[in-house]
T-cell receptor, first 117, second 114 residues
């Protein structure tokens, strides 16, 4: 079974530029998550989709971050414009069910490491 | 708000020995789940073990076991017979029942030495 795929693996941009990350979850997984992992910290949930609908985006900085999950499969996370403090690893995860209980195992991708200069 | 604290930024252990990683959390909820995740260098984060708060029995997965102390809000991970492949960052995480937001600790970097 293929795991969660993410691209690119690394990205370096200048501040105020825009950047986009792509995630392809495990086939058949209804729920998709985007996390931000700043160096030295644990991951922080940015947004959660169930199929193509947003379940929770309360921690997404909506003035500069946006995300979509077209057709309930792949997802794209965008930052525009980027700030220095956005330097982090962006992790995508997916789970089979709705993700509303701890019974659902989240499967993580390898992450995209972003450096904003 | 739920917070997760891992007080050991780094630990090391000799191969074949046992090590215990600490985690404490703060919540007013009675129903929740606790997790330990492993993040090897440059590799995906994977679930190691899960504990449901309403279960008194400590979870076990092969060489990995937990000591869940609900009253003390403590959730430690014991790794027995440590192997070189156990070298990784270990994250403790918490999620309320019927909630989306999984909270992670800052992690403990474990090095297994030959």
């Amino acid at each position: 079974e293929a795991g969660v795929a993410q691209s690119p693996r690394y990205k370096i941009i200048e501040k105020r530029q825009s950047v986009a990350f792509w995630c392809n979850p495990i086939s058949g997984h209804a729920t998709l998550y985007w996390y931000q992992q700043i160096l030295g910290q644990g991951p922080k949930l940015l947004i959660q989709f169930q199929n193509n609908g947003v379940v929770d985006d309360s921690q997404l900085p909506k003035d500069r971050f946006s995300a979509e999950r077209l057709k309930g499969v792949d997802s794209t996370l965008k930052i525009q414009p980027a700030k220095l403090e956005d330097s982090a690893v962006y992790l995508c995860a997916s789970s089979l069910g709705p993700g509303l209980t701890g019974r659902e195992t989240q499967y993580f991708g390898p992450g995209t490491r972003l450096l904003v200069l | 708000a739920q917070t997760v604290t891992q007080s050991q930024p780094e630990m090391s252990v000799q191969e074949a020995e046992t090590v215990t990683l600490s985690c404490t959390y703060d919540t007013s909820e009675s129903n929740y789940y606790l997790f330990w995740y492993k993040q090897p260098p440059s590799r995906q984060m994977i679930l190691v073990i899960r504990q449901e708060a309403y279960k008194q029995q400590n979870a076990t997965e092969n060489r990995f076991s937990v000591n869940f102390q609900k009253a003390a809000k403590s959730f430690s991970l014991k790794i027995s017979d440590s192997q070189l492949g156990d070298t990784a960052m270990y994250f403790c995480a918490f999620i309320r029942y019927n909630n989306n937001d999984m909270r992670f600790g800052a992690g403990t970097r474990l090095t297994v030495k030959p």
